[in-house]
């Protein structure tokens, strides 16, 4: 049989969950972000959406796009919650399930004699266990899925063949499919090559010369429709952390010392809940002109000891010292056993 694979992508997660606890909100512009000056948009409800508001643009635009929008902190723990709900209905519909993040996933559907129906009904069991809405994209690989599911949301439903998602987005622009970004868009207009189909069309030989061997391929396969159809089902965590960006930049080195004791004991609970342990320690540090810099070290054995990470993550800055005040600062632990891990990094920014 053919291969079939699905995406399915919850709508505007974050906020959905956020107006389950407050009905009253429901048909407003939600924004789900921090409140400090430096704050980034986690997500928006749709109804936000509509003036501009996106993803991880500064919560101070997204105000002035839109002065009405009512702001709500972040629940992770929430988000989390609901998350392995849905997840787990997803994996009592299919077997082979490759989860991505808290909000979606590929399905492997090759098996099922009716896909469709089968999204169909999974669909409703989210909604009516849930109540939560999602948009699913069906193809024959995982990019023509992708690209399938984001393009009726909110509650879109999607099935298309490689053939059709030439045809349909032959016009858009190659920053539509996921691996092309902003940078490559430009080096591609730059070339003449302004759409997907323009970029189907273009010689594999003049792609290869500009951006290399393997994106060059990658770009044409890519402009194409062309991917791979396998889902794996386990994404092991090769690291886990934690990160802070700061309202006011840091200067105090005994200050920036103690928060990052505060990031490694956080970054230790979680580590402990998941029950992992990891050998490799570091750390991130992000000045106020914006220069970011990692440091790490690995220990002999693995450890999920709050105070270990916390000593090496403090001896870890203090040999970098930095030099101006300090806008962000990260703890990570990598190399993990997986005995009972998760299956997602966790990277939250405040």
Known sequence: MPPVVA??????FYASVELQRRPELRGLPVIVSGSGPRAVV???????RRFGVGSAMPTARARRLCPEAILIPPDFEAYRAMSARVMAIVRAHVETVEQLGLDEAYLNLSGHV???????????????HCGLHCSVGIGPNRLVAKVASDAEKPRGFVVMSREQACARFADASPGLVPGIGPKTVERLERLGIRTLGALAAASEADLVGVFGPNHGRELRQRGRFEGSSVVTPVREAVSESREQTFDIDIADPVRQETLMRELAAELAGRIQRAGTRGRTIGIKVRLDDF???????????????GTAIAEVAVELLR????ARPVRLLGVRLAGLDHDGAGTAQLALEL
């Open 114 to 128: 009716a896909p469709r129906a089968a999204m169909r009904r999974l669909v409703r069991d989210i909604h009516e």
């Open 42 to 48: 986690t997500t928006a409800s749709y109804e936000a």
């Open 291 to 305: 220069t970011t810099v990692t440091r790490a070290r690995t220990l002999p054995v693995a450890t999920d000891d």
């Open 7 to 12: 995406h399915i992508d919850l709508d505007a």
């Open 319 to 322: 040999e970098y010292a930095p």
